[in-house]
Nanobody, 125 residues
Framework: QVQLVESGGGLVQAGGSLRLSCAAS????????MGWFRQAPGKEREFVAV????????YYADSVKGRFTITRDNAKNTVYLQMNSLGPDDTAVYYC??????????????????WGQGTQVTVSS
């Protein structure tokens, strides 16, 4: 069992930055790859980024590539999402989640097991 708690969301103007954190409980954090998803009102939950167990491999959705950076600190059981050049289309609830990441790139929510409660990010124009 893994419990995930996101933080760092808030209201920011377009062009601004935010850094989200996701703190995990338990001693098995480093055994999971970690992903970030987001869900805007009326839309499906969409993949944002994923990072491998070691932190050496990352993948991003095309919509955030070059603006967002996912990192992790296994000593602190925490994964981060640095978000720069934010725009109104980035407004959503952001979730972190665990995945075993055996093959391919885990872009679908069904490939993730444990989820946090989400943190709201609102970007004003």
């Amino acid at each position: 069992q893994v419990q995930l708690v996101e933080s760092g969301g808030g209201l920011v103007q377009a062009g601004g930055s935010l850094r989200l954190s996701c703190a995990a409980s338990g001693r098995t954090f480093s055994s999971y790859a970690m992903g970030w998803f987001r869900q805007a009102p009326g839309k499906e939950r969409e993949f944002v980024a994923v990072i491998a167990r070691s932190g050496t491999i990352t993948y991003y959705a095309d919509s955030v590539k070059g603006r967002f950076t996912i990192t992790r600190d296994n000593a602190k059981n925490t994964v981060y999402l640095q978000m720069n050049s934010l725009g109104p289309d980035d407004t959503a609830v952001y979730y972190c989640a665990t995945t075993t990441w055996r093959v391919g790139i885990p872009r679908f929510a069904t490939e993730y097991e444990y989820w946090g409660q989400g943190t709201q990010v609102t970007v004003s124009s």
